[in-house]
């Protein structure tokens, strides 16, 4: 290939990913300038220390399981149904603790549905504007950082299961990751930790910490900068549209999209 035409493929590749992050930026801007729409009326300092406690928590976890020196053994289904029971008690734990005040708890966490109009659509295409920075980003951290490239207990679950044909645990992941994670993983983090850090540090300090949090407590070093940016856009995107429901719906496709390549690959219909 000419030296030409190795710059105009670099030049076509770069382009999406130069307007992802242009259009991020922009949208940014704009928040800083008029303000988001996320209110951080209903939470105070309890939900600070709740949600530090927890935060702390979830990082330490996180870097533990990151720098673990012995081998991962491979996931198993009920491991599975354990981590998604416990996402769903602390979640519950928080629900019940801010529900002890008189606070409108749909408000709080910026489920309701009056501004939840065109979520889906919103959320496809704000991922598919975020999507090229975000593989970008990965793929240049799995090229330059060793270790990046170990796969997620869960991701080679999915895959042995449906080299196998185990069907039940195939549909345990994709229930999982599909539904279970993005509800839980959004109304904790980026409907109470980034809205009660941001009443005390502000939006864009929250955003930043919060982004770090949710990287790093997955416990994979391959995935930190792709979620750490997929974050950074979510919060982008609650701020804009004051509703929690773009961020899962986002996240549900993003999640579901990488479902889709993992069975594609593991069926032998893409190259992995």
């Not at 979640?91 to 606070?103: D, I, N």
């Not at 080299?163 to 279970?180: H, K, M, N, Q």
């Not at 949710?214 to 004051?242: D, K, M, N, W």
Request: some cysteine.
């Amino acid at each position: 290939m000419s030296l030409e035409s190795r710059l105009l493929v670099w030049f076509l590749l770069g382009l999406p990913v130069v307007g992802g992050v242009f259009y991020y930026l922009w949208v940014a801007r704009n928040l800083r300038q008029r303000g988001g729409r996320v209110s951080v009326q209903y939470f105070g300092l309890p939900d600070l220390f709740l949600a530090s406690s927890l935060g702390l928590y979830f990082a330490a976890s996180g870097v533990l399981f990151l720098f673990k020196a012995e081998p991962q053994p491979g996931m198993r289904p009920e491991q599975v149904w354990n981590n998604a029971g416990f996402m769903a008690a602390v979640l519950v734990t928080v629900l019940v603790f801010v529900g002890m005040r008189p606070v409108p708890l749909l408000k709080a966490f910026h489920l309701s549905w009056d501004a939840a109009s065109s979520f889906l659509l919103r959320a496809a295409l704000s991922l598919l504007t975020a999507l090229p920075p975000i593989y970008a980003t990965a793929l240049l951290w799995e090229r330059f950082v060793p270790g990046a490239g170990q796969e997620q207990a869960l991701v080679s679950l999915f895959r042995n299961s449906v080299e196998t044909g185990d069907s039940r645990a195939v549909w345990l992941v994709v229930a999982s990751a599909f539904l279970g994670a993005p509800l839980l993983e959004e109304i904790l983090f980026r409907g109470y930790f980034y809205v009660t850090l941001k009443r005390y540090i502000g939006a864009v300090g929250s955003a930043l910490v919060v982004s770090a949090l949710f990287a790093v407590c997955h416990g994979y070093a391959g995935v930190i900068p792709g979620l750490f940016i997929l974050s950074l856009c979510q919060t982008v995107l609650l701020e804009r549209y004051g509703s929690l429901w773009v961020c899962i719906a986002m996240h549900a496709c993003f999640n579901g999209l990488g479902l889709v390549q993992l069975y594609m690959e593991a069926r032998g219909w893409m190259y992995h």
